[in-house]
């Protein structure tokens, strides 16, 4: 196995309100590893990964892709790097079907208004990838079991 980093987080720090949520944390992942954060609420799990998803900005530190120095400082900068984080707590939209859930970065791309037939088109074909052909892409996530 290779021994270059594929993300390499130096001396990150964070601070919310002058309260300290991260302080100079580092954290290295090479290609093929399983990392689990584990630690007490409020430890800066979440913040971390939040961090290198682009949902916050880092106070200090630095953050290499692939050996890279990179700024990432919002989600879509994270997801061009190829990053994505799937958070423990639900971040949905409720109100929304399954097809705007999953779409809901594109939504207000090509201005006001949403191809549907389209955007559930994608939504079905990408569930049916990811073995999820059972979930309609019309339902709303509201009304949806949690499971």
């Known amino acids: 196995m290779d ?15 002058g ?14 590893e399983i990392h689990a954060l ?13 961090i290198l998803a682009g949902a916050h900005i880092p106070d200090s530190g630095t953050i290499k892709i692939d050996g890279q120095i990179r700024k990432i400082n919002t989600p879509k900068a994270s997801r061009k790097l190829g990053i994505s984080v799937i958070y423990q707590e ?42 999820f052909d059972d979930i309609n892409p019309n339902s709303l996530v509201m009304e949806l079991p949690v499971a």
């Open 90 to 131: 639900f971040m949905l939209a409720p109100h929304l079907t399954v097809a705007e859930n999953i779409f809901i970065d594109k939504l207000s791309e090509k201005g006001m208004f949403v191809n549907q037939k389209k955007l559930r088109k994608n939504a079905k074909k990408l569930l049916q990838e990811l073995g």
């Open 38 to 50: 584990i630690g007490e609420n409020g430890a800066g799990k979440s913040t971390l990964m939040k």
């Open 3 to 17: 021994n270059k980093y594929l993300v390499e987080m130096d001396n990150i720090s964070k601070n919310f309100n």
């Open 19 to 32: 309260i300290k949520a991260l302080s100079n944390m580092r954290f290295y992942l090479k290609s093929g």
